[in-house]
Nanobody, 115 residues
């Protein structure tokens, strides 16, 4: 089994910054792409960013230039640094990881941005 545990969510004012983390553990041999989705109540789940094992990154247009995804392969951890946060960034942020072609999900961490 694969476990993903997120941390670092919270409340921040608009324009502020926050970093969320996600640590993978368990049967993670061949841990490949990791990344983040987000979902606000009443809205569809939205892909935010992804990073391959070799460090190649991709971002949704809505966060490009404001968010930075990174990972520490030695710690099996992925990070999402969120700067210049906007109220519309408010959501539950879910970490995902691809292990041997199977996608695993974290339990989510709440990010709230006050205007």
């Amino acid at each position: 089994q694969v476990q993903l545990v997120e941390s670092g969510g919270g409340l921040v004012q608009a324009g502020g910054s926050l970093r969320v983390s996600c640590a993978a553990s368990g049967n993670i041999f061949n841990l490949n792409t990791m990344g983040w989705y987000r979902q606000d109540p009443g809205k569809q789940r939205e892909w935010v960013a992804g990073i391959s094992r070799d460090g190649s990154t991709n971002y949704a247009d809505s966060v490009k230039g404001r968010f930075t995804i990174s990972r520490d392969n030695a710690k099996n951890t992925v990070y999402l640094q969120m700067n210049s946060l906007k109220p519309e960034d408010k959501a539950v942020y879910y970490c995902y990881a691809v292990v041997r072609a199977t996608i695993y999900w974290g339990q989510g961490t709440q990010v709230t941005v006050s205007s």
